[in-house]
């Protein structure tokens, strides 16, 4: 089972387009470097850069860009959510990509099961205020209603002491505790992602 080749997608969402500097970028980066140690190799999508509609269905026409970035979500076998923390939410970015993924609840193969079935969802927080934990369950909650699996620790964030202004990108090296968990949470998401795709869900 350890052969079995994997795809990931990191929709990083933070407000700011390339080439500004990213710390939602940074940790993206790092937790696709993570899956890439444990076999699976995927691509990093910054949403801001592409012309992505607001609404919630699996095109809105006029351009969109969302069908393309989709196509590469259904391409793929984990999917890493990589948002800021903006006043205790997940960005406004992250928001509008969970509202395009709510047309997937719709979206079924011939045995009625979510094209998202059997896919793996994982989030990567960054901030300078508490609330990563409020936005990570905000965002697997999400990711599980639109058909994502989620593994044992499903979450790898930074978060800086209150009222101050550094950045994750700022610091000299990556924290011990935030790259030990980021290095779980690609093992595990590799681990589940290869029994669903060895042992699918049951069809309805």
């Not at 500097?21 to 993570?34: D, F, H, K, Y």
């Not at 997940?90 to 509202?99: D, F, G, I, T, Y």
């Not at 009625?112 to 909650?141: C, P, S, Y």
């Not at 093992?187 to 795709?197: E, G």
Request: net charge negative.
């Amino acid at each position: 089972m350890t052969d079995i080749p994997l795809r990931a997608l990191v929709l990083v969402c933070t407000l700011k387009p390339s080439p500004s500097a990213s710390s939602s970028q940074l940790l993206g980066e790092q937790v696709l470097r993570a899956l890439e140690d444990n076999g699976a190799t995927g691509e990093v999508v910054r949403v801001v850069d592409h012309d992505v509609r607001f609404g919630v269905t699996t095109d809105e026409g006029d351009g969109d860009a969302w069908p393309e970035i989709r196509a590469r979500m259904l391409a793929s076998d984990i999917l890493v959510v990589a948002t800021p923390i903006w006043m205790g939410q997940p960005s406004s970015v992250c928001k509008m990509a969970l509202e395009r993924l709510d047309a997937e609840i719709g979206e079924t193969d011939d045995e009625g099961r979510m094209l998202t079935a059997g896919k793996v969802g994982v989030v990567a927080v960054v901030g300078n205020e508490d609330g990563a934990h409020h936005v990570t369950a905000e965002v697997l909650q999400a990711l599980n209603d639109t058909g994502f699996s989620i593994p044992a620790t499903a979450s790898t964030y930074w978060v800086g002491e209150a009222m101050q202004g550094t950045d994750y990108q700022d610091l000299d090296e990556t924290p011990e505790k935030t790259a030990s968990t980021t290095a779980t949470v690609a093992r595990n998401a590799v681990h589940l992602a290869r029994l669903l795709k060895d042992e699918p869900y049951p069809a309805g």
